[in-house]
């Protein structure tokens, strides 16, 4: 089944720099690739997302993209404030049917003032 | 105001009690799904439900049990089966395949 790594386990970063957080996966079928924020004590939220046929999407400070052939993707966080700590998480679901979403281990974020 | 509303938000059980978690939606969502959250693993698939009647095991559904008899509608229950139950449970929806998973605000339970 699919599988999903992402590094780093932590970061931080001071405020104004850029953050960037990279994830690999195993399932070559998998179509889809979301990125959720969870702030401490709350739900994950969606942030972006890209599908397999594009290879970068951007949202304001935040920038994802996608290379299908190495099977990695990566977040991009332009001009971290401190109301970006939080924990990250990336994830994939395989082509198959298409509803076993399958998340990574997360990335504590700590952006310093 | 749409969303996923699970309860409770706190759900103390003794060992060898079987306990349901509660998920409702009102976003008229197909999916539904359970996940288990662990510090540091990150969020695991238990069990998942494309339509009404209908659900498949995720990778970690061992001691976990799940009905849809409605849409609206996709509760956990927790068996004394379950060898480490104690964790952050979390309910989410999806409008389709290949779609963002709403989640609700979870339920922590401890089990002692």
């Known amino acids: 089944g699919e599988n999903v790594e992402q590094h780093p386990s932590t970061l931080s970063v001071q405020e104004g720099d850029s953050a960037v957080i990279k994830c690999t996966y195993s399932d070559s079928a998998s179509n889809y690739f979301p990125w959720y924020k969870q702030e401490l004590g709350k739900r994950p939220q969606l942030i972006i997302d890209?599908?397999?046929?594009?290879g970068e999407k951007k949202d304001q400070r935040i920038a994802v993209t996608l290379n299908k052939t190495a099977k990695h993707f990566s977040l991009h966080i332009t001009e971290t404030q401190p109301e970006d700590s939080a924990v990250y998480f990336c994830?994939?679901?395989?082509?198959?049917?298409?509803?076993?979403?399958?998340f990574g281990a997360g990335t504590r974020l700590f952006v310093k003032a | 105001d749409g969303g996923i509303t699970q309860s409770p938000k706190y759900l103390f059980r003794k060992e060898g009690q079987n306990v349901t978690l509660s998920c409702e939606q009102n976003l008229n969502h197909d999916a539904m799904y359970w996940y288990r959250q662990d510090p540091g693993q990150g969020l695991r698939l238990i069990y998942y439900s494309q339509i009404v009647n209908d659900f498949q095991k995720g990778d970690i559904a061992e001691g976990y049990s799940v009905s849809r008899e409605k849409k609206e509608s996709f509760p956990l229950t927790v068996t004394s089966a379950q060898k480490n139950p104690t964790a952050f449970y979390l309910c989410a929806s999806s409008i389709q395949a290949n779609s963002p998973l709403h989640f609700g605000n979870g339920t922590r339970l401890t089990v002692t």
């Open positions: 994830a994939a679901t395989p082509g198959a049917g298409g509803f076993k979403t399958i």
């Open positions: 890209i599908r397999s046929n594009v």
